[in-house]
């Protein structure tokens, strides 16, 4: 009878493993989300079965899960869906098996039979038929028997569907399904050329799959776009470190969707489990960039910040949305080799908007703020003066943009530069600053508390 009982249990778990994918589709949002898409050709035979469906990921939402029968849904009715995720492992075999009798063979040819009683990740403890106990180490044991595979476990994450047919043969069905385990990121490599006025820029979809399946030959598509998701109670999150890198020669076709960004790839791609896959996003572009030197005192008082800024529009040779994503920027030195300037994140971002990407600080310009003066005029009324002072070590004239933010309610008394009023708090300044030279900017500002 046991093995009667286990051949049942192999016979359920296998069978699946026939029904391959007639067609895939994957969806992958940047937002650790897919959306999954199958059509396959199922067997299904008259009156009341149970149909089992097991190549899914480990990382599916089940309540997610739609069943869709497309040849004659007349004649076949779903009555029930199940998704089971007890998997098989030392633990639950253990576990399963308290109080019942297993076999133990330690590395020198000995058994050990007898009632589990306990165990843990270093020992287990064992009663044999005279009512001794015994505590083995695991250490020492080379191979544990269970009888049977215990009724409920399975190897691999199973949806069940229990239907009544009125007749027997193969139908073909549409599965979808939402999971975790998916994301995708751009990736942007920007290369200045030498008089740093213009950018070539290139941009990748990097695609990251840890949901536990691969999807062979899907059809592929991309969201650019946050869309809004509810928080689940508990998410089951896992990650690895085993990347590796796929670049395909033709890139994705961008059209507008909603009121997001799709991109989808003309040609079939496998989406490998445990694998991060690089795909051009667009062809190399040619854009017009204005280096930019920035000063807030507020996030680094004695550094001044390096941007490279330019116009995502087709004038200044771009014009295209740009998904979030990672950016580096590289220029060649004078014998061609690539030197890494900085790297910055882009927002998601339009056409006809600007992109500012922050590289780092610049090595030849000091900077240094400090407050000069803080007067009580009245119990409710406060003047405070400042003094920055930029110097400029280099060989050349620069413009540093200062950002000065001031809180509470506020007006300036003096300021030896011109400027202007961004938002409610902060102040911007264009201060010019000869060669090997410095400058002073002056201000003060009268507050008052309401």
């Not at 994301?183 to 050329?193: C, F, I, M, P």
């Not at 946050?226 to 109670?233: G, H, L, N, Y």
């Not at 009245?378 to 943009?401: G, P």
Request: hydrophobic share 40%.
């Amino acid at each position: 009878m046991k093995r009667i009982g286990l051949l049942a249990v192999a016979a359920l778990i296998l069978a699946p493993c026939l029904a391959a994918a007639d067609e895939i589709a994957v969806t992958v949002y940047n937002s650790n989300l897919g959306v999954v898409s199958e059509t396959r050709t199922l067997q299904f035979e008259k009156g009341v079965n149970r149909l089992t469906f097991r190549d899914v990921p480990a990382l599916i939402d089940a309540s997610s899960v739609t069943f869709d029968i497309t040849g004659q849904p007349r004649d076949v009715t779903l009555l029930e869906q199940n998704y089971a995720f007890d998997l098989v492992s030392p633990e639950q075999m253990y576990q399963r098996y308290i109080d019942q009798q297993i076999d133990l063979i330690d590395k020198k040819g000995g058994l050990y039979t007898g009632k589990l009683l306990a165990f843990s990740d270093k020992a287990v403890t064992l009663q044999d038929e005279s009512g001794r106990v015994k505590v083995l180490s695991l250490e020492n044991i080379a191979e544990v028997n269970f009888p049977v595979l215990p009724e409920g476990l399975i190897t691999r994450p199973t949806l069940f569907w229990l239907y009544r047919s009125d007749l027997s043969g193969p139908l073909p069905c549409r599965v979808g399904y939402q999971t975790s385990g998916m994301n995708w990121s751009a990736e942007y490599v920007g290369v200045l050329d030498t008089d740093e006025s213009g950018l070539d820029l290139s941009g990748w979809a990097s695609i990251n799959n840890s949901s536990g399946k691969t999807y062979k030959d899907a059809t592929l598509k991309l969201v650019a776009g946050e869309i809004s998701r509810v928080t689940p109670k508990r998410q089951v999150m896992r990650s690895y470190e085993a990347p590796s890198a796929a670049l395909g020669a033709e890139g994705f076709a961008e059209k507008e969707f909603f009121e997001y960004h799709l991109y989808t790839l003309p040609r079939p791609a496998t989406v490998a489990d445990k694998e991060i896959k690089q795909i051009s996003l667009f062809e190399p572009a040619t854009a017009a960039v204005q280096k930019v030197y920035e000063y807030r005192p507020e996030q680094n008082p004695t550094q001044v910040a390096v941007a490279v800024k330019f116009q995502n529009s087709k004038a200044a040779g771009l014009g295209m949305p740009l998904p979030a994503g990672r950016a580096r920027l590289f220029k060649a030195d004078e014998d061609g080799s690539l030197i890494l300037l900085g790297e910055d994140r882009i927002k998601h971002t339009p056409k006809d908007e600007e992109v500012s990407l922050r590289v780092g600080y610049a090595f030849d310009i000091a900077a240094e703020e400090k407050m000069v003066q803080q007067t009580r005029i009245s119990s409710n009324v406060e003047e405070r003066a400042w003094e920055i002072e930029l110097r400029n070590h280099k060989d050349e004239d620069i413009t540093v943009t200062i950002e000065k933010r001031l809180y509470g309610y506020w007006e300036v008394m003096e300021s030896n530069f011109a400027y202007e009023k961004k938002d409610a708090y902060t102040l911007t300044f264009d201060m010019p600053v000869r060669a090997n030279q410095s400058a002073i900017l002056r201000l003060k500002a009268r507050f008052t508390t309401r």
